[in-house]
């Protein structure tokens, strides 16, 4: 072998190790659970933002908002008497 393919097989050994550190760290318990709570964090923050832009263009094309503060006071109002 020639130093040029000695070179090509130490580098190669080299990125199988790690390629198996890396494989390893992500089937890890620790990693996984990390990687679920990032998840649901993402999903949870994701759904609010897109809520909250659905309903503000609700409110701005028909002019009805999902609560009525006037309606809250008379049922309030109804329940007190």
């Not at 659905?54 to 009805?64: E, R, W």
């Not at 609560?67 to 007190?80: E, F, K």
Request: aromatic share 8%.
């Amino acid at each position: 072998m020639d130093e040029n393919e000695l070179e090509q097989r130490e580098r190669l050994i080299k990125v199988l190790g790690g390629l198996e550190t890396l494989t390893q760290k992500q089937v890890s318990v620790k990693f996984i659970f990390f990687k679920g709570v990032v998840y649901g964090l993402g999903t949870v923050i994701g759904a609010t933002v897109l809520i909250s832009i659905v309903s503000y263009l609700f409110v701005q094309i028909f002019g009805v908002t999902a609560i009525d503060a006037d309606a809250i006071q008379n049922m309030q109002s109804q329940i007190s008497n």
